[in-house]
């Protein structure tokens, strides 16, 4: 079984920056992609980041430029960088890990006031 754990999560005024981390642990056989989902009330889940073990990226349109993924690929964990923040940023952010199957973190929410 494997466990994904985020932290950072919490608030922050717009324009600020916060950085969420993922760790990953238990029988991780091998791991291709990690990446950041969100939800925001009333609204689906929508992809915001990924990055493959090689460091390969991609962002959503929306966050593309303000937010960076990386990975410590010895500490099985994914990070998730976000920069000038706003509000339509408030949301439910998910970890995700692709490997022979797909893992979902429990989520962690953060808030951008305005």
């Known amino acids: 079984q494997v466990q994904l754990v985020e932290s950072g999560g919490g608030s922050v005024q717009a324009g600020g920056s916060l950085r969420l981390s993922c760790a990953a642990s238990?029988?991780?056989?091998?791991?291709?992609?990690m990446g950041w989902y969100r939800q925001a009330p009333g609204k689906q889940r929508e992809w915001v980041a990924a990055i493959s073990t090689g460091g390969i990226t991609g962002y959503a349109d929306s966050v593309k430029g303000r937010f960076t993924i990386s990975r410590d690929n010895a500490k099985n964990t994914v990070y998730l960088q976000m920069n000038s923040l706003k509000p339509e940023d408030t949301a439910v952010y998910y970890c995700k890990l692709d490997s022979l199957r797909s893992y979902w973190g429990q989520g962690t929410q953060f808030t951008v006031s305005s």
């Open positions: 238990g029988s991780i056989f091998s791991i291709n992609a």
